[in-house]
């Protein structure tokens, strides 16, 4: 899961926090093919503005274009993604939540609530880029489902990620590793 998450997936990314590696035990997940779904609900997004003179200098086209690609973005609306990634053994002993610890993510800091092989939580607190506090809990169903949820809170945005994961088989293609 976590080699899907650097590459792409929302929740999975979060999925990854640092810290979480330190807990007392791994989580009793199957290794190979995961297949994971979030669902992410942002609100409060303040979007930058573009110079009134950019934009009366662009084509009504492309001004028109512009207009509506930052509605859009500051909709609000839910988004759905479905990845694929794979997880290995070396990814569980490591933990899973290794690519944040190195990654630009450095600036928040994470409290374990809870580390079973059936349950891990954790809250954050970032203060850079953006200043905020969340919490995160993944919850093992078994061996070959997983589902999670993370809350993030700033000033500039709230956001709601939640995500199930299921495995689909123990080989993994190589665009997956």
Request: aromatic share 2%; hydrophobic share 35%; with cysteine.
């Amino acid at each position: 899961m976590h080699r899907h998450l650097r590459r792409s997936t929302p929740a999975l990314l979060i999925m990854l926090l640092p810290g979480l590696a330190l807990a007392a035990e791994q989580l009793a997940v199957k290794t190979g093919l995961w297949e994971s779904t979030t669902v992410t609900i942002s609100s409060g997004i303040q979007l930058p503005q573009l110079p009134p003179e950019a934009l009366a200098r662009l084509p009504p086209e492309q001004r028109a274009q512009m207009e509506n690609m930052m509605k859009q973005l500051g909709a609000n609306g839910p988004s759905t993604r479905t990845d694929r990634s794979c997880l290995t053994e070396q990814d569980l002993k490591e933990g899973l939540f290794k690519a944040l610890r190195e990654s630009e993510n450095a600036n928040c800091k994470h409290n374990i609530v809870k580390a079973t092989s059936k349950q891990q939580e954790v809250e954050m607190t970032c203060s850079s880029p953006v200043s905020g506090t969340g919490r995160m809990k993944v919850d093992v169903v078994d061996s070959g489902n997983v589902r999670g949820e993370m809350d993030m809170k700033s000033a500039a945005m709230t956001m709601n990620v939640k995500f199930t994961s299921r495995w689909l088989g123990a080989s993994c293609p190589a665009d997956t590793r």
